[in-house]
């Protein structure tokens, strides 16, 4: 497999601008997870599915973010609009059956000027 | 509150050498529990895990962590430190409701 994918890995947009992360779970994986790095707050967890429904939100720091899984392969987080303060690098995660290993993508570095 | 708590936000240790990193956490019940290290610029792979049984857990890249129920405790060591270790390691924990915590990290370097 080819691991949780991604994109994409760096994203440079402006102040105000909607911005939308995808990710592509590992096939079979039945929990998907969406995360925020920085250096003030450290990993977070944002939002989690299970089998494509949204289970737990309420690491989502404002109602600009939000994020939908329409299938078990796909998965997007979208920020609209887009503040500085979002500058970070995102991650998602997913994992097969509770409890779960969480595999974790490469990251999206996500700078809002 | 549940919590992980990495004591060591920055270690040095030379190449060859042991290593220890800490981890405590703060449950009602025994979480599950994780080391994860992330190479700059990486994800986060998972090192180990602690679900059950012995308390002593193997991982990759020759690692081992001790599961201490008395000092709610989860130490990562690593008998010979090499050059390419050096990264930043994560522990993590969760209990149930797959609400994954993380410590703050602790950072690793390697001298020559």
């Known amino acids: 497999d080819a691991g949780v994918i991604q994109s994409p890995r760096h994203e440079v947009t402006e102040m105000g601008q909607e911005v939308t992360l995808r990710c592509k779970p590992i096939s079979g994986h039945d929990y998907l997870f969406w995360y925020r790095q920085t250096m003030m707050r450290g990993l977070e967890l944002l939002i989690y599915?299970?089998?494509?429904?949204?289970?737990?939100d309420s690491g989502m720091p404002e109602d600009r973010f939000s994020a939908k899984m329409p299938n078990a392969s796909f998965s997007t987080l979208k920020i609209q609009p887009s503040e500085p303060r979002d500058s970070a690098v995102y991650f998602c995660?997913?994992?097969?059956?509770?409890?779960?290993?969480?595999?974790f993508g490469a990251g999206t570095r996500l700078s809002v000027l | 509150a549940q919590s992980v708590t990495q004591p060591d936000i920055h270690i040095t240790v030379s190449e060859g050498a042991s290593l220890e990193l800490r981890c405590n956490y703060s449950y009602g019940a025994t979480p599950y529990l994780f080391w994860y290290v992330q190479s700059p610029g990486q994800g986060l792979q998972l090192l180990l895990k602690y679900f059950s049984g012995d308390t002593l857990v193997q991982g990759i890249k020759g690692f081992e962590a001790e599961f201490k129920r008395s000092q709610s405790s989860f130490n990562l060591r690593k008998p010979s430190v090499h050059w390419s270790d050096a990264a930043e390691y994560f522990c993590a924990a969760y209990l149930n409701n797959n609400d994954m915590r993380f410590g703050a990290g602790t950072r690793l370097t390697v001298k020559p």
């Open positions: 599915f299970n089998n494509n429904v949204p289970i737990d």
């Open positions: 995660a997913s994992s097969s059956g509770s409890p779960g290993i969480q595999y």
